[in-house]
C-alpha cells in the first residue's frame, strides 16, 4: 500500500511538467458465444467405396453405388440450436444431370473427382431422421433467398448457402439440446463409363464437402 501510495505522489507532482507527445488506442475485442459445440461423424470422417471394376460398369446409364451410411454427432456442453450448411470442395468435378433420390438437380449433389480432366461422377447426402438428446426432430432447411424455415422435400442436402437444422416442426423452428445426432446415406454415382477417358489405368473417386456447424 506505501508503495502505490508514494508512486501516485510521484506521478501527480511531476504531471503537470510533462508534455503531450502522442498517443496511441489500444482496442480489446472478442466473442461471448452461449457453449461450445464439437461435431464430429461416428465412426470417421472418410468414406472408402472400395475398389469398382470397371468391367462392372454401364457404359450407357448412371452407376449407382451402393450407399453408405454415416452419422453426424454434435455435442455440446450446454443446450444449444445448431444449424449446419455443406460446401463442396470439389465442384469443379460435378457431372452435370445426375439422379440421386429420384431427383435432378446439380444443387443436390457434390462432386467426385476428376480423371484426366473429365468429371467422374457425383454423390449425394440422403438425409435421416435427426435427433436431439435422444428426440425425434423433423429436419429443416432455410436459405438467403426464404430465410423461413420449412420442411425440405428432396430428402437431399442442398449445397450452402442452402442451411439444415431440426426441432418439432417448422413454426417451431430448430430446438436446443446438448447432443445432436444426424445420420445420413452417402450415395455417389459414376457418369456412363462411354463418357469417360479410355484408360488402362485405375482412377480415383475424390469427393470432399465441408460440414459448416453455426450457433442459433
Not at 452435370?96 to 449425394?124: C, E, K, Q
Not at 447426402?125 to 438428446?133: A, I, M, R, V, Y
Not at 428426440?135 to 426464404?146: D, E, K, Y
Not at 452417402?186 to 463409363?193: D, E, H, L, Y
Request: one cysteine or more.
Amino acid at each position: 500500500m506505501k508503495k502505490i501510495f508514494l508512486m501516485a505522489a510521484l506521478t501527480a507532482a511531476i504531471a503537470p511538467l510533462a508534455v503531450q507527445a502522442a498517443s496511441v488506442d489500444l482496442n480489446v475485442s472478442g466473442t461471448v458465444i452461449p457453449t461450445s459445440c464439437i461435431p464430429a461423424f461416428a465412426g470417421g470422417s472418410n468414406i472408402d467405396l472400395g475398389r469398382i471394376y470397371s468391367s462392372t460398369l454401364s457404359a450407357t446409364t448412371q452407376n449407382d453405388l451402393p450407399p453408405r451410411d454415416i452419422t453426424l454427432k454434435i455435442a455440446c456442453d450446454a443446450p444449444a440450436a445448431v444449424e449446419i450448411a455443406v460446401t463442396d470442395n470439389r465442384g469443379g468435378t460435378k457431372v452435370p444431370g445426375l439422379t440421386f433420390n429420384s431427383r435432378t438437380g446439380d444443387h443436390l449433389y457434390y462432386g467426385l473427382g476428376s480423371t484426366n480432366g473429365v468429371g467422374i461422377g457425383g454423390f449425394g447426402l440422403l438425409t435421416g431422421q435427426p435427433l436431439t438428446d435422444g428426440n425425434p426432430q423433423t429436419f429443416l432447411v432455410r436459405s438467403p433467398a426464404n430465410p423461413v424455415w420449412r420442411v425440405p422435400v428432396s430428402g437431399l442436402m442442398s449445397n450452402a448457402p442452402v442451411s439444415y437444422s431440426w426441432g418439432p416442426g417448422a413454426a417451431a423452428g430448430p430446438t436446443a439440446a446438448r447432443l445432436h445426432v444426424f445420420p445420413m446415406k452417402v450415395a455417389a454415382a459414376i457418369r456412363p463409363t462411354s463418357e469417360l477417358p479410355a484408360t488402362t489405368d485405375e482412377f480415383h473417386l475424390d469427393g470432399s464437402v465441408t460440414f459448416d456447424v453455426f450457433y442459433l
